[in-house]
């Protein structure tokens, strides 16, 4: 883990320990405590940037950040993070990418976030499935490429869904 990380995600345990009252106090709904203000107030504006700068095909970092403020973060904030932030870039990606120009496999910078975004990316199958379908009709059958491309997606593609695309 990044030495920095750990040092902010230990201090943040630290504040949240003293500020998050209504937790300590059994009230596990409440959402806009002392602790979720400084989160949101302080935290979030620097992630924010973060993301927006964010190159979506280095997935790693993001990710490892991610899992380490977990735990510190109020739900409902990690949502909005995976929602409002992630989300958008990774469609927009999905958006632009072309197999047959990119060099980088898709797979290879989306896949990552199956584990913390799971159900959330099923939105980008159906295009990502489209693009693929139409690079497959311009593939000469003994081009390997296309097994390479197409085989990462056979246990994330439901068997239904992959539409009779060749693996």
Known sequence: MNVCIA???????????ILDVDRRHGDSTATHNAYSKLIWDVWMPIVRT?????????????????????????PWMFQNI??????????MEVDNWNPLTDTVPIHAWLHPWLPLMGSRLEHLWAPIRQKLSTALSKWHPSDI????????????FSAGAYGG???
């Open 82 to 91: 995976l929602n409002q932030l992630i989300n958008p870039k990774l469609q």
């Open 50 to 74: 973060a993301i927006s700068h964010w190159n979506t095909r280095n997935a790693d970092a993001l990710i490892e950040v991610l899992e380490h403020w977990m735990p510190l973060l109020p």
């Open 145 to 156: 490429s296309a097994m390479l491309m197409l085989k990462p997606w056979v246990n994330v």
């Open 7 to 17: 040092t902010w995600c230990d201090m943040m345990c630290k504040w949240k320990a």
């Open 165 to 167: 695309l060749p693996v």
